[in-house]
Structure formats: structure tokens, C-alpha cells
């Protein structure tokens, strides 16, 4: 399955009437099954998801843990970036080789790896004393 189909697609679904910002994100697990999530907002606005959450958490649903690929997109001046809390959470799943594409509603897209957009990251290694 095409990555920016699907996240075209599940983008017209988010719910987003507090920032009016549609975000669509599509992920390609190991198995090759693509999965998809758009942001949910709330109005207690901090309970608001990310798309890319979204996407993670219907993958882990669907009994996979390990991503490929992933895709986000949104209706941006430039290619949308994930925000700081949804990269930690796609490293968990993805590595830091794993491609990110970043899009605009227009075209413009943007490829940066997991390990690029998070240099510094948490990662197991770091509990090795607990
Ligand atoms: N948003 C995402 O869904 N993914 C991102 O990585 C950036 C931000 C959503 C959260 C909120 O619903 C809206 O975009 C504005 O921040």
C-alpha cells in the first residue's frame, strides 16, 4: 500500500476543531501492513493524540512492534515534522535507520532518518545501572 495515499486519506478523518490542523500519518510495519492515525483532539486540550500515535497505537493493537517506514502529513507551509514526544515514541518501535517521509498537502516532502530528527535520544542503554 501506497504510505501517502493512506495518510492523505486517514488525514481527512483527524478530529481537530480546536487547532484546525488535520494531521495524517502512515506507518509500514515489519510485516509489511501499513497502519494509519490522524490526531483526536479534546477540548481539556492537553488530552489531545498525535496522528503519529495514533498510527503506533493501532500497529501495537494489531500484535506488531517493529516499523519500516513512516509518513506524516499535513496542510503545512512546509513538510510537517512530528513533534517531540511522537519521535521518541516512533524510535521505540522504528530504530534509528528507519526513513521518515514529511509532507505538505502541496507535494513538498522532506526525508530525514529517526535517528536525524532525534539525535540525543533516551534509549535502553541509558538504565543500564538500574
Ligand atoms: N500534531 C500531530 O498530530 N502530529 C505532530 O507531529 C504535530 C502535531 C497535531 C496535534 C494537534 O492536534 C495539532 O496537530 C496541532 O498541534
Known amino acids: 500500500m501506497d504510505l501517502l495515499q493512506a495518510a492523505r486519506d486517514v488525514r481527512e478523518n483527524a478530529y481537530a476543531p480546536y487547532s484546525n490542523f488535520k494531521v495524517g500519518a502512515a506507518i509500514r510495519a515489519a510485516s509489511g501492513t501499513v497502519y494509519t492515525g490522524c490526531n483526536v483532539e479534546n477540548v481539556a486540550y492537553p488530552e489531545g493524540t498525535c496522528a503519529e500515535a495514533g498510527a503506533i497505537a493501532a500497529m ?71
Open 60 to 130: 501495537v493493537a494489531a500484535g506488531e512492534t517493529r516499523l519500516t517506514e513512516v509518513l506524516v502529513i499535513a496542510d503545512s507551509p512546509t513538510p510537517v515534522p512530528p513533534c517531540g514526544g511522537c519521535r521518541q515514541k516512533l524510535v521505540e518501535f522504528g530504530g534509528p535507520e528507519v526513513r521518515l517521509t514529511m509532507c505538505t498537502l502541496d507535494g513538498a516532502t522532506q526525508e530525514m532518518t529517526l535517528a536525524e530528527i532525534l539525535p540525543g535520544r533516551f534509549d535502553p542503554s541509558h538504565m543500564d545501572r538500574a
